[in-house]
């Protein structure tokens, strides 16, 4: 099943191209709802996949793009912006629509793929003791900022990027996902921070990985 939905915000403005793939049968947030965290984390000019699957496909993904073989929770593929015609020259800036250097060309929206395994999530928010759709909510935002360029190699980028989940995640009504059943400060994957990794996508470029 896919939903895809390019729609205007309550002011009228333009939002986020967010496309729901559906794989799986498992219970899962609505896919309007899942468009909402998205878009909470994107900017408006994004083109962006949301795919939910079962632990086979995310096994297979994570084997072929991480030479990991169990399934993970998540993994994001970062495509880059798209170059457009028509720039009045400046520097480049990604995904955002401002020209290229040269006036060539403008760079176009941002682009990218997020899979995310739903047995696996929902083992998770049980063990951790977080209602189902606040951890999509989480791994959904968090999958969005590494294709924005966030990162979390250091202790600086660990805090600013949880600093900016915390600011979105509250803005959609959920609680500190970091605190929230003693997970502060944890960092083993599949049990604090999202394991976000490289996912494909079908008749795209070679993509970014965003680690």
């Given at each position: 099943?896919?939903t895809?939905v390019?729609?205007n915000?309550?002011?009228g403005?333009p939002?986020?191209?967010?496309?729901?793939q559906?794989?799986?049968?498992?219970?899962v947030?609505s896919?309007?709802?899942?468009?909402?965290?998205a878009r909470?984390?994107l900017p408006?000019?994004a083109?962006?996949?949301?795919r939910l699957?079962g632990?086979?496909e995310a096994?297979?993904l994570n084997?072929?793009?991480?030479?990991r073989?169990?399934?993970?929770?998540v993994?994001?593929f970062?495509?880059?912006?798209?170059?457009?015609?028509g720039?009045?020259g400046?520097?480049?800036?990604g995904?955002?629509?401002?020209?290229?250097r040269?006036?060539?060309?403008?760079?176009g929206?941002?682009?990218?793929?997020?899979?995310?395994?739903a047995?696996?999530?929902?083992?998770?928010?049980r063990e951790?003791?977080?209602?189902?759709?606040a951890h999509y909510?989480?791994l959904t935002v968090?999958?969005?900022?590494?294709l924005?360029?966030?990162r979390?190699?250091?202790?600086v980028?660990?805090?600013?990027?949880?600093a900016?989940?915390?600011?979105i995640?509250?803005?959609?009504?959920?609680?500190?996902?970091?605190?929230?059943?003693?997970?502060?400060?944890r960092?083993?994957e599949?049990?604090g921070?999202?394991?976000?990794?490289?996912a494909?996508?079908?008749?795209r470029?070679?993509?970014r990985?965003?680690r």
């Open positions: 099943m896919r895809n390019c729609a915000d309550a002011r403005r939002s986020a191209a967010v496309t729901v559906l794989a799986t049968r498992a219970r947030p896919a309007a709802r899942l468009r909402r965290y909470a984390a408006a000019r083109e962006v996949t949301l699957v632990e086979r096994r297979a084997r072929t793009y991480r030479g073989d169990y399934a993970t929770n993994l994001a970062d495509y880059g912006p798209e170059p457009l015609r720039g009045t400046g520097p480049p800036r995904g955002t629509g401002e020209p290229l040269g006036g060539i060309s403008v760079i929206p941002l682009r990218g793929d997020i899979t995310l395994c047995p696996v999530l929902a083992r998770e928010a951790q003791g977080k209602p189902l759709e909510a989480h968090h999958a969005v900022l590494h924005r360029g966030y979390h190699r250091t202790g980028e660990a805090r600013r990027m949880e900016r989940e915390r600011a995640l509250r803005g959609l009504g959920y609680p500190d996902p970091y605190r929230a059943a003693g997970q502060a400060g960092r083993a599949g049990r921070r999202p394991a976000v990794r490289p494909p996508g079908a008749g470029s070679a993509p990985a965003r």
